[in-house]
């Protein structure tokens, strides 16, 4: 069945530094990729989203990368801060059949030490 | 994402009983869906609606009955087929029929079994 994989499940990293989660999709199909940020017992929060009609998409320090050849995309966050911590997930959208439903991955768990 | 709400926060179920948890949007969307969340996991497709009236199986169906009679409401039914309900139910929704994939969540509620 269709399936999205993230990776890394864990990342820690220094503030200031960049993190880099990265996902694969299997339905080639998919062509609407957004991306989630969690916080603690919150809702999701929609960050930053691609369609299947661009590579590249930057908001400030958000931008999300997308290789439809390789069917997969990456979450990239520069200049970390210690608000950036939280759980963040991708997915992707099916086109063709159950409604245009999102798959999402397992989620990233990132943590920003100051 | 203010506009979808859910009802309670916390629920705690008794073995054998069914519950029911509330959804409830005013952004005028056609589509809603509900996700389960474990610890450590992403999100899991339970059941969803693209329109009044019409709902579909998700990814783990079995154990909860969904009903969508009015536009803006989409309760879920936790039934007591449901061996282990304890999880964080998410309730999404969007615009629905390829206009907007954008999938906003409510803030959850969290189920616990006595």
């Known amino acids: 069945g269709e399936n999205v994989e993230q990776h890394p499940s864990t990342l820690s990293v220094q503030e200031g530094d960049s993190a880099v989660i990265k996902c694969t999709y299997s339905?080639?199909?998919?062509?609407?990729f957004p991306w989630y940020k969690q916080e603690l017992g919150k809702r999701p929060q929609l960050i930053i989203d691609i369609r299947s009609n661009v590579g590249e998409k930057k908001d400030q320090r958000i931008a999300v990368t997308l290789n439809k050849t390789a069917k997969h995309f990456s979450l990239h966050i520069t200049e970390t801060q210690p608000e950036d911590s939280a759980v963040y997930f991708c997915?992707?959208?099916?086109?063709?059949?159950?409604?245009?439903?999102?798959?999402f991955g397992q989620g990233t768990e990132l943590s920003v030490k100051p | 994402d203010g506009g979808i709400t859910q009802s309670p926060k916390y629920l705690f179920r008794k073995e054998g009983q069914n519950v029911t948890l509330s959804c409830e949007q005013n952004l005028n969307h056609d589509a809603m869906y509900w996700y389960r969340q474990d610890p450590g996991q992403g999100l899991r497709l339970i059941y969803y609606s693209q329109i009044v009236n019409d709902f579909q199986k998700g990814d783990i169906a079995e154990g909860y009955s969904v009903s969508r009679e009015k536009k803006e409401s989409f309760p879920l039914t936790v039934t007591s087929a449901q061996k282990n309900p304890t999880a964080f139910y998410l309730c999404a929704s969007s615009m629905g029929r390829g206009q907007q994939e954008t999938q906003y969540f409510g803030p959850g509620t969290r189920l616990l079994v006595l």
């Open positions: 997915a992707a959208r099916l086109v063709y059949n159950q409604g245009g439903k999102l798959i």
């Open positions: 339905d080639s199909a998919s062509n609407y």
